[in-house]
C-alpha cells in the first residue's frame, strides 16, 4: 500500500511564502513522476507543477516564476516553494504520484489535499 502524505499548508499573507512537502511510503520502487495540482472552490483541479524522475518539468503559467517544484528521489519525498503568493492561488493543493511501480504494479496516488490560503 502507498501513502501519499502532504503537509505545510496555511494561511498567508499577499505576497508571502510557503513550502509545501508530500513525503511517499510504502513498498516503492520508483515514482515516474510527482505532481502538484490544486482546487479552488468552484472550478476544476489543475495541474500547477510536475517534475519527473528525469527532472523534466511544467509548470502552469500562472506560477511560473513564483513556484517551484524539487524532488528527493531518495526520499520519495516532493516539495512545492510558493513565493509571491497572491489570493488566487488559495486552493486546496494535492500531491499526486505517478507511474508508482511497487515490484508488482504501476498505479498513480493522490494525497489527501493541504488548503493553502492567501489574505490579508
Known amino acids: 500500500q502507498v501513502q501519499l502524505v502532504e503537509s505545510g499548508g496555511g494561511l498567508v499573507q499577499p505576497g508571502g511564502s510557503l513550502r509545501l512537502s508530500c513525503a511517499a511510503s510504502?513498498?516503492?520502487?520508483?515514482?515516474?513522476?510527482m505532481g502538484w495540482y490544486r482546487q479552488a472552490p468552484g472550478k476544476q483541479r489543475e495541474l500547477v507543477a510536475r517534475r519527473t524522475i528525469g527532472n523534466s518539468l511544467y509548470y502552469a503559467d500562472s506560477v511560473k516564476g513564483r513556484f517551484t517544484i524539487s524532488r528527493d528521489n531518495a526520499k520519495n519525498t516532493a516539495y512545492l516553494q510558493m513565493n509571491s503568493l497572491k489570493p488566487e492561488d488559495t486552493a486546496v493543493y494535492y500531491c499526486k504520484a505517478d507511474h508508482v511501480y511497487t515490484g508488482r504494479r504501476v498505479d498513480d496516488y493522490w494525497g489527501q489535499g493541504t488548503q493553502v490560503t492567501v489574505s490579508s
Open positions: 510504502g513498498s516503492i520502487v520508483s515514482i515516474n513522476a
